[in-house]
């Protein structure tokens, strides 16, 4: 069972030196000059950093709280490199690129960055969270294999007992410690995750007919009206733009 590799593929994400007062994703020296961790500040940037002991500074966009794991993450990751040795291969790489002026450093520094975020993420989900949200309850073992059924199959038509039997659970049980867990019930959040990614489809050009039946909405016109109430727009109006 892979927990990230649906969200990191339906999200876009884009890492991009920047300067210290815009970056979001830092990465510090320790005092032998070797990366010692990184900081990755999940909604703005930091008013307080310094230059010294910058290895690089660059700007994550990876489609901000649309993006249901973004949401989920605390305001500041932080991580220690000290045990994670190719963690650190990936920081110096990234600085390297970063003021080698090479060709294609750009594309270099955002599959370095991707590859970077993802151990992060991994780190995050090992370590746990006290925080509701999908986070929390993909490091859980039982509920993450629920939902990452319903990331990977979005257009099944699930029910709560399709859902808890994935997760090894009672219905009841399921419902109480998804809730509990993610802050909302399994289908809602089934619900929420059909509609961002309709979003995107409608974004990229589908049809309001093809995205509502792909997402196992009974007619374009239930889906029209759940993604109005979603998004606070008709997807027509979004698909014609």
């Not at 991009?16 to 970056?23: D, G, I, M, R, V």
């Not at 090992?126 to 993909?138: E, I, P, R």
Request: glycine share 8%.
């Amino acid at each position: 069972m892979d927990r990230l590799t649906t969200l990191v593929e339906k999200f876009h994400l884009t890492v991009q030196p920047a300067p210290l007062s815009t970056a979001n994703l830092i990465a510090m020296a320790g005092e032998n000059g070797a990366p010692a961790r990184v900081v990755f500040l999940t909604r703005g940037t930091s008013q307080t950093a310094r230059a010294e002991g910058v290895l690089f500074a660059a700007h994550v966009d990876w489609m901000g709280m649309t993006n249901p794991l973004m949401a989920s993450l605390p305001d500041e990751v932080c991580s220690d490199l000290s045990g994670a040795e190719d963690s650190r291969a990936l920081v110096r790489l990234m600085a390297e690129e970063t003021t080698a002026n090479r060709c294609g450093a750009q594309s270099v520094i955002n599959r370095l960055g991707e590859a970077l975020m993802v151990r992060l993420l991994r780190e995050q989900i090992s370590q746990g969270t006290t925080d509701v949200g999908l986070l929390a309850g993909l490091a859980d073992p039982r509920l993450s294999r629920a939902i990452v059924a319903m990331h990977d199959y979005p257009g099944r038509v699930w029910s709560n007992a399709d859902l808890a039997q994935e997760a090894g659970l009672s219905l009841s049980r399921f419902a109480e410690l998804f809730a509990q867990t993610v802050g909302e019930t399994p289908i809602g959040y089934l619900r929420r995750w059909r509609l961002i990614l309709a979003h995107q489809d409608i974004m990229r050009g589908d049809r309001v007919d093809a995205v509502a039946r792909r997402y196992a909405y009974n007619s374009p016109e239930s889906f029209t009206r759940a993604f109005r109430k979603a998004h606070g727009v008709a997807p027509t109006t979004l698909r014609a733009a």
